[in-house]
T-cell receptor, first 117, second 112 residues
């Protein structure tokens, strides 16, 4: 149980276009979802926290207008990278918390590799 | 601020060797500490955790002890297997928050 999927697993897009990444909790309801970004050989950096039905809370330094997060249902959160540029190329990982599991339990998706050309 | 420092990898071992992956942290207050493992092509999975000083987390033969005096949470396993090859992340979470702060990850490669 507690499976989180991401789609797509990898995407290549052209500079200036937008790309949407989906994060789904497959067998539980996720009251809170988290989006992370990981650079090569670096740790996961939390970008934002989203609660179902409310606006996301962004970490300091993360551009809200560039990284649009929507948590429209208890099983789906989306991250849209708007007007992507090569510096947005990275590995994006989501995680989900059910609210009924232990406070520490975050279930992670496999990640999405974004390459902007 | 809060931060986690892990030893750089890759760590290369032969099967049945003893494993130690060092992790130290800096935090305000009394954080909870975690080890996550990421197998190839999969998401991070919680391996073990400890929520207060001197607690020992253990799972699948892995252990780590929360050492407040040395601000450390080193991961150990007495006899590694090829199937343990993965990337291991040390992380902390401050009390009352859900935000995880991760180390850079350490890749473990175990050969037969």
């Amino acid at each position: 149980g507690a499976v989180v999927s991401q789609h797509p697993s990898w995407v290549i897009c052209k500079s200036g276009t937008s790309v949407k990444i989906e994060c789904r909790s497959l067998d539980f309801q996720a009251t809170t979802m988290f989006w992370y970004r990981q650079f090569p050989k670096q740790s996961l950096m939390l970008m934002a926290t989203s609660n179902e039905g409310s606006k996301a809370t962004y970490e300091q330094g993360v551009e809200k207008d560039k990284f649009l997060i929507n948590h429209a249902s208890l099983t789906l959160s989306t991250l849209t990278v708007t007007s992507a540029h090569p510096e947005d190329s990275s590995f994006y990982i989501c995680s989900a918390h059910s609210g009924t599991s232990g406070i520490y339990e975050q279930y992670f998706g496999p990640g999405t590799r974004l390459t902007v050309t | 601020g809060n931060s986690v420092t892990q030893m750089e990898g890759p760590v290369t071992l032969s099967e049945e060797a003893f494993l130690t992956i060092n992790c130290t942290y800096t935090a305000t207050g009394y954080p909870s500490l975690f080890w996550y493992v990421q197998y190839p092509g999969e998401g991070l999975q919680l391996l073990l955790k400890a929520t207060k000083a001197d607690d020992k987390g253990s799972n699948k033969g892995f252990e780590a002890t929360y050492r407040k005096e040395t601000t450390s949470f080193h991961l150990e396993k007495g006899s590694v297997q090829v199937s343990d090859s993965a990337v291991y992340f040390c992380a902390l979470m401050n009390t009352g928050f859900q935000k995880l702060v991760f180390g850079t990850g350490t890749r473990l490669l175990v050969s037969p």
